[in-house]
């Protein structure tokens, strides 16, 4: 997977993807990361990059031709011409759906705005794909596109090691999970459920899923519309955990 940001903030982009599962996944070679600035293809003297929207207004608009320029410097270089996602608060919201579809490409270029938006000319000529992460305001497009490269990242062959891939693997039916303890038995007077201290595995499973179903019941009800549920627990929820009651 090879990704491409235009952006005005390119350090920031690298720095923070540098670190952490990405930057050693740059360094085994599964993924590359380059930062392209925006502002290195200005043609004016003063590299502005913005000006004044026909029609008034307040704020500025990014002008056409350096998002233009900057984004051929990478398509030229292409074989076959990228997916190019404007990270945009009017997008189609990311999901992990999204994340899977995306994580099949090789080249992906991601658009990073600023200041009241682009020109239109230039997004309806490159954009293939709006994105956006979620419905609160942000200062920029970066962190978004950071957000997306993390989450598609971890779906690159190699990039997780097998423990976590395998977790990965085993999909969990679109329910949250289940709580997790660990050493000692007993703190601050708090114990570990018995049951996972039972030894008996069919039993610990049982009682994980039911906590998995009751957790999404009342955390994330949304999710049951389309989790993956036998028969037998789609009766457990409506008995006991449809419409916020709570065994
Ligand atoms: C004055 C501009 N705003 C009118 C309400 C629109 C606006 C444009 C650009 C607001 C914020 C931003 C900066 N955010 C992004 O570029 C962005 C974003 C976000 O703010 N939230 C969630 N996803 C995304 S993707 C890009």
Redesign the pocket.
Known sequence: MNYHVLTLFPEMVEQGCNTSIIGRAVEKGLISLEAVNIRDYTENKHNKVDDYPYGGG??MVMQAQPVYDAYQSIASRLEKKPRVI??????R??SQSVAEELAGEEDLIFL??????IDERVLEEIVTDE???????????????MVMIDAISRLVPGVLNNADSAEYESFHDNLLEHPQYSRPEVWRDKAVPPILLSGHHANVEAWRREQSLIRTAKRRPDLLETADLSEKERLFVEKNLAKGREI
């Open positions: 307040a704020g404007y990270m945009t608060p009017q997008g919201v990311f990073c705005g600023h200041y009241e938006g994105v956006s992460i979620g419905d609160y305001v942000l200062t920029g497009g970066e962190l978004p596109a």
